[in-house]
């Protein structure tokens, strides 16, 4: 078997020396963690999922012109993708207020934001992520004034076309978390998006239900995580299967009809 240089691995994906240089190959993992690796799980399928689901979100955004470190898919768990330095920021949207927003302003859950608000955390798992505002960034150098203005419009972009994606198949967006990457083409310098966006990072409500369909189903011990992962999946015309998830799933409220395998 092929031994590839394994570049970098995290709690749901390991990274690889990609074939050409300035790619790598990023394998989604079947690993479910929360609260900073304190929880952990295997959930079967989970990897094959997220890596469909990411992929067409990615292709998607490309199409409006959104820049993204995505390249193409090669199997079930893995797609090539571009090198990029990553800004040590997590990028949260919020439509909604829910998870720890709730918590420190003490929001009802599923209570409509004034406007969608842009949260950083500084990405440091020994320091459980911990939120910054724009001072620390600039001040500690993660991320220049510039690059935030930057990185604040194509949260917002990446928001409105979310909205509008999971509208269409019946699904709440009621908040994400991105991530991204600084890409060399020369002397100039782009911001694009990294990592995933899948499930493990949104939270996602069926309109009509209310039900999660994310890893909140994981995080506060719900259940059936892998069928709700499948549902959006569904939805989303990334997985061919005429068989109903198990258990009380959501409704099938609407889809997007194409069906298609890309
Ligand atoms: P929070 O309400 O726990 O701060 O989460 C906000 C959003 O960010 C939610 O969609 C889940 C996502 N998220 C991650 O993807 N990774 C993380 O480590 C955390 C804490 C949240
Ligand atoms: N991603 C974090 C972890 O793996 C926390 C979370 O998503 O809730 O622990």
């Known amino acids: 078997m092929n031994r590839r240089r394994r570049v970098y691995e995290g709690k749901a994906k390991v990274l690889y020396e990609g074939p050409e240089p300035g790619t790598l190959i990023q394998h989604f ?3 479910a963690t929360a609260f900073n690796a304190k929880k952990h799980a295997l959930i079967e ?4 999922l997220n890596n469909r689901i990411s992929e067409i979100i990615f292709q998607r955004l490309g199409e409006i012109g959104v820049p993204t ?3 193409k898919r090669i ?4 797609q090539l993708i ?3 330095e990553i800004i040590p920021l997590e990028v949260v949207v919020r439509n909604i207020a829910a998870g720890s927003l709730a918590t420190r302003l003490g929001l009802e859950e599923g209570t409509a934001l004034p406007r969608s608000i842009i949260e950083f955390y500084y990405k440091d798992d020994k320091l459980n992520d911990p939120m910054v505002s724009e001072e620390h960034i600039t001040a500690f150098g993660w991320a220049a004034p510039g690059e935030i203005e930057e990185l604040m419009s194509l949260a917002l972009r990446i928001n409105d076309f979310l909205i509008g994606l999971f509208l269409g198949i019946g699904i709440r967006l009621v908040d994400f978390k991105v991530e ?3 890409m060399w083409e020369n002397e100039n310098m782009r911001i694009v998006l990294a990592d995933e966006i899948s499930p493990d990072c949104c939270r996602l409500w069926d309109m009509t239900s209310g039900e999660k369909l994310d890893k909140d189903r994981f995080r ?3 259940g059936g995580m892998l069928e709700a992962y499948q549902e959006v999946a569904k939805r989303l015309g990334v997985l061919n299967e005429n068989r109903p998830p198990k258990g009380a799933g959501p409704v099938l409220v609407a889809s997007n009809g194409t069906g298609k395998q890309s």
């Not at 399928?45 to 094959?48: A, L, M, Q």
């Not at 199997?75 to 893995?78: I, L, S, Y």
């Open 180 to 182: 991204f990457g600084r």
């Open 29 to 31: 993992k079947d690993d």
């Open 45 to 48: 399928g989970k990897g094959v």
């Open 69 to 71: 470190h995505f390249i």
């Open 75 to 78: 199997n079930m768990r893995e």
């Open 220 to 222: 506060r011990d719900l």
């Open 82 to 84: 571009r090198e990029v």
